[in-house]
């Protein structure tokens, strides 16, 4: 089939590659002339595992192009659309500039019978809207809402390979053409039994705030688990085993720690309580705003932490801080809790050194007022204080025993509760971590 992808930030650069991995023809529109370009060449913008392989074999195989004129998008069979939809400036909600205007362009080359694929989060009742953009200029095209559920450093498995299939199909004739358009998209994910769920455009949309307002809840849950065996001196990792062991409830997503950020989980959690607003239904979604301050609380409770083991002064101290990324296996820094706390350390007065595998670079440019080291032990030479605030896997492996020849004191906090306690205790640290016990 022919495909074109509009918007190739992350999600659209993934889906662009995928879809040209399954055998169609991709062209992948980006307005940014600088990302066309590095794409084009096979440069990957972010860091992602897996996907620079794929998007050079995509782009080798000759099915798969970038370019900055909509124009080449015309005669695509469906054109999806992964634009980014940002938290507005000044409001919590969503921003759908860059959706309206990618619309708009493509409503330019769109042809009847042509089908655009929403990929990009936005608030309940958006594909309505655009539906009826697409249907007064161009009568016989039409609109589904098909969500994406990538997580970064997973995004090339998770799109080649989805839990489920999610089509928010239009009303009326329409809707069995763009199914079957969509299947014949998926037919080799389809073939494999991955359940599709059909739906209608709202029920599409809400799928996925709704999915990752059950994410974001689910970590402040165990999160606010964490501030209580703080107070009184349980252990919120054995706490989160015993609980995920009733299926019902399920180990994954309970790992207490400093909490959510990134690009997604933040800021669909509040566009989604806006829309609520709108929509008079606000009441429904009060919690959500709880489950945003629990995220926020434990970026405070770190800091607080980090200068009662500092002998209550962090002024002169100085901080290693592991991790700068959101989460490991990612460079994106947006709404990261680790730079977050990091920044929090520094206006305290310690001298803080930042490591972190693939972030660094990003950091630099946003965050330059930090200080930045190429190791874990650099950024830990002479250190009163390590603080693990991302857990990459390298950090997760660090020898407790040699790391403890580079610092001053041997005093770790782990903000990710993924350390092994034990050795580390071994080697001579002092180890704390949220939501358990000093020893
Ligand atoms: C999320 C959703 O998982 C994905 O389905 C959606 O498409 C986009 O948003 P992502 O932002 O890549 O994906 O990251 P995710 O793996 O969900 O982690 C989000 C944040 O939660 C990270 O900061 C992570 O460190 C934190 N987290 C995750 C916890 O604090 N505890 C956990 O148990 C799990």
Redesign the pocket.
């Known amino acids: 089939m022919r495909l074109s992808v509009i918007g190739c930030g992350y999600l659209g650069a993934v889906h662009a590659a995928s879809m040209a991995e399954l055998g169609h023809d991709v062209i992948g529109v980006e307005v940014d002339e600088a990302k066309a370009a590095r794409l084009a060449k096979g440069e990957v913008p972010f860091y992602e595992p897996g996907f620079e392989e794929l998007l050079k074999r995509s782009l080798g195989s000759g099915r798969l192009a970038f370019t900055t004129d909509f124009e080449q998008a015309a005669g695509a069979q469906v054109h999806f659309l992964c634009v980014g939809t940002p938290q507005k400036r000044s409001e919590y909600g969503a921003d759908l500039r860059f959706v309206e205007s990618a619309v708009e362009s493509l409503i330019g080359v769109l042809s009847p019978g042509e089908l655009v694929a929403g990929k990009s989060?936005v608030p309940v009742g958006t594909a309505a809207l655009l539906a009826d953009m697409i249907e007064d200029k161009v009568p016989d095209a039409m609109l589904a809402w098909n969500p994406?559920?990538?997580?970064?450093?997973?995004a090339v498995k998770?799109t080649l390979e989805p839990d489920r299939l999610v089509y928010g199909l239009p009303d009326g004739e329409a809707g069995p053409v763009a199914r079957a358009l969509l299947d014949e998209v998926y037919s080799s994910i389809v073939s494999r039994g991955t359940p599709q769920v059909v739906t209608d455009y709202q029920t599409a949309e809400m799928v996925?705030t709704a999915?990752?307002s059950f994410?974001?809840t689910?970590?402040s849950f165990?999160?606010a688990m964490a501030e209580l065996c703080e107070a009184t001196g349980a252990d919120v990792k054995q706490l989160a085993d015993a609980i995920g062991y009733d299926d019902r409830i399920g180990r994954?997503?309970?790992?207490?720690?400093?909490?959510?950020?990134?690009?997604?989980?933040p800021k669909?959690i509040r566009a989604f309580m806006a829309r609520a607003g709108e929509l008079g239904a606000d009441q429904a979604l009060t919690f959500l705003r709880e489950v945003d301050n629990i995220n926020m609380r434990r970026r405070i409770r770190m800091v607080e932490l980090a200068r009662q083991v500092c002998d209550d002064s962090l002024l002169g101290k100085r901080v290693a801080v592991l991790g700068a990324a959101?989460?490991p296996n990612?460079d994106d820094i947006r709404d990261?809790?680790a730079l977050n706390v990091a920044a929090q350390l520094q206006l305290q007065g310690a001298v803080v050194r930042v490591a972190d595998p693939a972030a660094v670079e990003n950091c630099r440019k946003t965050w330059p007022q930090l200080d930045y080291a190429d190791s874990p032990e650099e950024a830990a030479e002479r250190a009163d204080l390590v603080l693990l605030l991302?857990?990459w896997q390298q950090y997760r492996d660090l020898d407790p025993v040699a790391f403890g020849k580079v610092v001053k004191r041997k005093s770790v906090l782990d903000g990710?509760n993924a350390l092994n306690r034990e050795s580390w205790e071994a080697a001579g640290w002092s180890y704390r971590a949220l939501g358990r016990r000093a020893t």
Request: hydrophobic fraction near 35%; proline fraction near 2%.
């Open positions: 989060t994406e559920f990538l997580r970064e450093g997973l998770d996925k999915a990752n994410l974001a689910k970590i165990i999160n994954k997503f309970l790992n207490a720690g400093l909490g959510f950020g990134g690009g997604c989980l669909d959101f989460k990612s990261s809790p991302t857990e990710r």
